[in-house]
């Protein structure tokens, strides 16, 4: 089937690569081990060769698709820099502000740029805002303009408020990162001991310590009961990364619900990675929230649906590129 | 002058001794990168080399003097676990407790068990509790039964309720592992700019933001202010660093004056690293606590009142002997 677009979710460690036929649907996908950090060479040709090898062929066919991606390739480290757009914004506003690359087939290869919230605390995201715009457009047309939390659960976790259709204020927690430089790079890491099943008894005990009396003392002191629990005997070394795991998306949790203002009634969807998601969707029903939903992916109806936005499609009628330019 | 005691604070990375005088006084000390793990080769003769290192010729010249030795050297990974004991305890209960090590020489080495609160979230300490008592030992008599909160900041932060003179309830925060994994193996350490000089003004930003309306996210969520700060050009590279500590210490003294019941006529006495301890007493001054003392070094004077509690000096009345084994 044709190629509508070729879309690219191009971030620090993978790129993948999706072939995108008339209606958005994927026909085609790949995944590589070619993030902006590992590339062979640098600057320009380093990117043209591992676009190449991405979808080389798929250019090679049909020589006119346009390209769209977004991710860590946007930033000051990747093939060219798209200078954030402050929050509040709408998906016209993001793909009015697409940077340009003219690739050396003579393609065009759009850049969207990441979402800023300035402020005492600021705050930034590449990728999670093709996300949030990919899961909004899924949505039933009622649903849409309802005031929405999304939930992007990751190494760094992203929490976003909707209202009206449009990407609010956004709060970021390093959770994810922070247990694995916590497990790879500190004293917690030298009792656990390896181990591929997930032990939920664990990990629920640890959201449970953090939401309690005892998690008062906050993730920098609660942490070290990790270590003292294995001591102790009363957790397995099997078992206390799962706990840790618990312990901290407890603490996550409890400050975000503080700090986005959320009660028990506010809509919840989370974006991303199931098993990951998973643990996510458990501790916030234990933490009382009611209203829950699960999207596994929304990078690729994202970026079909900016790209459209900017008039980008293949065979996309006149009158739709310009409605989205009077918007600018 | 002669060798009453031989105080040998013995660690995870060095070894301290210390030739104490008939008063407790310091006579020579020496400090060696002899911590228990980084012995050669093991079991009791890598224990016994790195005595002999640090001070054979001591005791070659007086071969009757007794060892005492706080710190890891006393863990399972040490020369011989001790086990913890149990708060609330006085320093009789501490000296009543100590392993016994015949060396090769035939000198006697005793080694100071740690202290353990048991609990949901158990907390341990080894050294600190010989620190705690070392700095009871240095205070008036009057001053000694009043309640005390004892803060003693490094990798793991401890801080001690004192009553009556016992070591009571306390609280680990690991603040200082936590920032150095964030710096070492996060996206956090990406853009700081290494700096001797100490930026007091960042350090005091941190201070203000973790205890401000922005700082309800946790420390998970603020410490990403200290990137997206250097990238939104509010904040140098060079000043990153001491940004994020006062980020952490700030969240830390929040919660820590939670847990601890600690209100701002809390007494509270530093004890430890003066560069150290200089950033915490700034961040308990700006926490509204106004009741604030320093004491640099308190481990040596631990080591000889637990020593003396025992009846191990050279010389030692044998009535003070009998007192402290009647208080067992």
């Given at each position: 089937m044709e190629t509508h677009l070729i879309a690219l979710d191009w971030g620090t460690t993978s790129l993948r690569a999706y072939r995108l036929?008339?209606?958005?649907?994927?026909l085609e996908e790949r995944s590589l081990a070619r993030g902006i950090l590992q590339?062979?060479?640098?600057?320009d040709a380093a990117f043209e060769g591992a676009l190449d090898e991405a979808c080389g062929d798929w250019l090679d066919a049909e020589p006119g698709v346009p390209l769209i991606a977004c991710g860590m390739?946007?930033?000051?480290?990747?093939?060219r820099e798209a200078a954030y757009v402050e929050v509040p914004l709408d998906a016209g506003r993001l793909a009015a502000a697409l940077t340009p690359i003219e690739t050396r087939r003579g393609s065009m290869f759009w850049v969207i740029p990441g979402a800023i919230q300035n402020g005492p605390l600021p705050n930034v995201m590449r990728g999670e805002e093709t996300q949030v715009f990919g899961l909004l457009a899924g949505l039933d047309e009622d649903e849409r303009d309802e005031p929405l939390l999304i939930g992007l659960p990751g190494s760094h976790s992203k929490w976003v408020t909707v209202e009206n259709g449009r990407l609010g204020r956004f709060q970021t927690f390093m959770t994810g990162e922070v247990y694995a430089a916590l497990l790879g790079?500190?004293?917690?890491?030298?009792t656990v001991v390896p181990c591929e099943a997930f032990d939920a008894a664990a990990f629920e005990e640890g959201v449970r310590v953090a939401r309690?009396?005892?998690?008062?003392?906050?993730p920098l002191s609660t942490i070290f009961s990790s270590r003292t629990r294995v001591l102790t005997g009363g957790l397995r070394g099997e078992s206390q990364a799962d706990y840790l795991s618990g312990l901290l998306i407890g603490h996550e949790l409890m400050a975000m619900a503080e700090v986005c203002q959320a009660d028990s009634h506010q809509r919840i969807v989370l974006v991303g990675n199931s098993a990951l998601c998973a643990r996510y969707l458990w501790a916030l029903e234990h933490s009382g929230f009611s209203t829950l939903s699960f999207a596994p992916q929304a990078t690729v109806a994202g970026l079909w649906r900016i790209a459209e936005r900017a008039g980008l499609?293949?065979?996309?009628?006149a009158d739709e590129v310009f409605a989205c330019s009077a918007k600018r």
């Open positions: 036929g008339p209606g958005g649907e994927t590339l062979d060479g640098s600057g390739v946007g930033s000051a480290q990747g093939w790079h500190t004293l917690l890491g030298r309690s009396d005892d998690g008062r003392g906050g499609l293949a065979n996309q009628p």
